[in-house]
């Protein structure tokens, strides 16, 4: 059974970059699929923030892409996320999910981490 | 604001069948599949529908998906009270730059 774990910073500084990696077991990333990332405000609904392919491609949501990073690490089956110049609006719980699909109109998440709470505040 | 628009939110009795509407345009539902995930309070959302109308294994089959033109709609029959949860569809806009895009999830109310 495919297995999503997140980890990082609970709470990060505004102006700062939040980080957050997700581990994976069960299946090994660089086999295939694409991974990806979504949040969830508190008491609101779900964003994607953007998508690796184990290849190391990436997709990134228009509205964050000038500050969201995402990068891969097969050696240690994890991939990561950072978004830059943090603000409040980016406190949200974050989640990690494996994609299927192999071309964009076809994805959904089949797999889903727990999700990690991450504060933006001084 | 959502491009998908689906309902606030939806109620209905033990038994009864419910539907949740989700409603987009050419640029993302027409072209594209919609997938449909439940989130129970508290927990990660599941994927519940994918390719418009394909079930998971796992997920029963009074849950069921359909697509017509720019609109999609999950359905639940035989609802029980743990299907109270929030509900949100999905799909692939091609506008832009592209972007995976929710609508803003339905709390569905088992009364």
């Known amino acids: 059974q495919v297995q999503l774990q997140e980890s990082g910073p609970g709470l990060v500084k505004p102006s700062e970059t939040l980080s957050l990696t997700c581990s994976v077991s069960?299946?090994?990333?660089?086999?295939?699929?694409?991974w990806g990332w979504i949040r969830q405000p508190p008491g609101k609904g779900l964003e994607w923030i953007g998508t690796?392919?184990?290849?190391?491609?990436?997709y990134y949501n228009p509205s964050l892409k000038s500050r969201v990073t995402i990068s891969v690490d097969t050696s240690k089956n994890q991939f990561s996320l950072r978004v830059t110049s943090v603000t409040a609006a980016d406190t949200a719980v974050y989640y990690c999910?494996?994609?299927?699909?192999?071309?964009?109109?076809?994805?959904?998440?089949?797999?889903w981490g727990r999700g990690s709470l991450v504060t933006v505040s001084s | 604001q959502s491009v998908l628009t689906q309902p606030p939110s939806t109620s209905g009795t033990p038994g009864q069948r419910v539907t949740i509407s989700c409603s987009g345009s050419?640029?993302?539902?027409?072209?594209?599949?919609v997938s449909w995930y439940q989130q129970l309070p508290g927990t990660a959302p599941k994927v519940l529908i994918y390719?418009?109308?394909q079930r998971p294994s796992g997920v029963p089959d009074r849950i069921s998906g359909s697509k017509s033109g720019t609109s999609a709609s999950l359905a639940i029959s035989g609802l029980r009270s743990e299907d109270e949860a929030d509900y949100y569809c999905?799909?692939?806009?091609?506008?832009?730059?592209?972007?995976?895009?929710f609508g803003g999830g339905t709390k569905l109310t088992v009364l």
């Open positions: 999910a494996r994609q299927q699909g192999w071309l964009v109109r076809d994805w959904y998440f089949d797999f």
């Open positions: 069960g299946y090994s990333i660089s086999s295939g699929y694409y």
């Open positions: 690796i392919y184990h290849s190391g491609s990436t």
């Open positions: 050419s640029s993302n539902i027409e072209k594209n599949y």
């Open positions: 390719r418009n109308n």
């Open positions: 999905a799909a692939w806009d091609d506008s832009l730059s592209g972007n995976v895009i």
